[in-house]
Each structure stands twice: as C-alpha cells, then as structure tokens.
C-alpha cells in the first residue's frame, strides 16, 4: 500500500521515493502554443483562449497521469514554475490549486506540494441480511470482528468519559425530511457514530428514524441499544414485511465532514443510503454511510430490481422504470448470514 506523501519524514523514512527524471520542456514549444491560440483566437472571435494558468495545470496533469511523477513525489516549486513558463507566482499557484481540487496533488506546509497516492480501495457490500444496524452500539463486537472501533466523538463527553455514541430526538431538516418522507421539523430520533477501519480511513455511520414509529424509545432505550436487532424488530412489528432499498451518490464533502473523516480539500466522499420501508411504502429508517470515495467501493449481494409494487414504489419517492444501477432494491431473507469479513480486506464492511 503506498504510503500518504504528507506522511513522509525524511528523518524516519529517508529519501522520498525515486522517480522518473524530470520531463524536459521546450520554451519553444509553450511559445508555438500561445501563438496558435492567438492566431484561433483571430480567425475565430468565438474560440476560447485558455487562461495560461489552464495551460500550466494541463501540462502538470499530464506529467502525473504519464507517470513522470510518482505518487509521493515532489512537483517543482512555486519558484521553478515561475522561471520555467515565465509567469507570476499567483498564476502557478492557480494551476496548482486546480491539480488539488481535482485530488491529484496535495500541499504540505513547509514542504512543498506532493503528487498524491491512489489508494487500496475496500468494498462495502450491500444487501446483506440479516440487516444490521450499524448505528447500535449493541452491533460493536460484530464491527469489531470485521476491524473497525469506535472513535470518541468530538466534544461529546458522558460524566467526564469521551462519547463515543450520539443519540437526539432533533427535528427534521431538509435532507432528512425528504428521506423520511415528513414534513420539515418532523421530530426524528438521530444516531451518530464514527467508525476507525484498521487499514482504512474514518467513516461516519447515522441513523434516521421517524420518531412516531417509536413512541416507546423512552421505556425501551436501554434494551433497543444492548440488542442491535431489538431496535428493527420494534419498527417493523405491524409494518411488515418490510423492504429495502440502496442508493450510492457521491459529492465533495462539508467543511465539518472534512474534519470529522479527517480528508483534506479536494477529496470526494460516498453517501450510501439505505433506506427500510413499511409494507405501505412508509420510510421508517435510513442508515446512511459517508465514506472516502477513493478509497471504499460498493457492491450489491442479494439484491434485485423489480421485486416490489410498482404502488409501493411510488409511496415511497421512487422512480419504478429507474435503473437498477442507480436504485437496489431487496427483500429480505432470513436464512441468510453475514458473509465472511476479514480486517485486511478486500471487504470491510456489509449494509
């Protein structure tokens, strides 16, 4: 697995890792460039002239995409940039920005700005049944088994001792609305948890209930939490069968996701969803999984299109014509086991 550039100590590790020599530029060649967009740009008033800090990042992506920069090393300075396109600092460091956005480089303070790993990526796999549910503490030994702890949560404290569960009935907001399908403010009951895989990054784990499907939490609380499948089985008791369906997107991260799965600007995430449904088409609860995307992947086990209602479907938001690959929907099977999950991987994790 290579390592992060940003963890390289000269001290410790030595010498960065080798690479390829430096591809050779010809001033010329830049020149030819800017000369034939100029003459575009006169033949064609409508044609674009790429702004030279475009010119200076492409040429950049494509040495890290050829490979004449390795992950982890090194890309010249601010400086040498500078002298070698004849240009401003702040323009270099345009072009820069633009190969950190994209997550292909990463600047270290003091250090300079390093080409990025491209990491070992895990699978999540969806569909499993028994379903668990992820955000009980109850489920912590099975998630251990599989190489994940449970991190304090940032300041959250129980009688001086870090928290390392968030539970709170909180109203709705938009998102959570319309996943619950409840109007704005709807009282929702929240757990919160973040997870540490032995050989990955973070993960945040949140659950999403409608709090009028359990309105004996509080008599009930400290069972629903010991036993991670006392909790389902209230919500479904008079509700069933229940179904289930997946959605996985992907979207850059909020400032405070960034801090919590400690990922640094430019870093998409996953947002994998699964959502439990009455036998009315009533979301009852949504686990939701916010994952580093270049590092974890999904697939679907046990899983089909076309196994509910079309009327059942619709109850519930869904698009019944809509692409398998982007909705999975299931059944749930009660002979099934977890499968096998070793903490080295490839699998890490089941939803």
Sequence with gaps: MTRNPADYDPAIHGDPPSQPEEPEYDERDYEAYVAEQAELDEGDPDQPVLPIWQVIASSLRADILDGHYAPGAVL????????RYGVSRPTVRDAVKALVM????????????????VPDRFTILLGVTPRPDLANPGFTPIAR?????????????H???????????????????????????????????IWQHTKRRRIEVNSYTNADAIPDWKANAERYQADPSAFYAALQQGRGPVVWYTTVTARMPYHAERESLQIETG??????????LSNTGQPLEVTEIKAVAEEFETADVNETSGTLDDEVLRAAGLDPEASPRVIAIGQERHDAVYPPMDSDGPTVLAL
């Design 102 to 117: 994209e997550g292909l480089a990463t600047v270290v303070r003091g250090r300079g700005t390093f080409v990025r790993a």
């Design 145 to 157: 088994a599989w190489g994940w702890t449970r991190q304090p949560i940032p300041g959250r404290h």
């Design 76 to 83: 010249p300075s601010e400086t040498e940039l500078s002298k």
């Design 267 to 276: 870093t998409p995430i996953l947002l994998i969803r699964r959502v439990q």
């Design 159 to 193: 009688e001086g001792e870090p928290s390392y569960d968030a539970l709170a009935f909180t109203p709705a907001n938009r998102d959570t609305a319309h996943m619950l399908g409840v109007r704005l403010g709807h009282r929702t009951l929240h757990r919160y948890a």
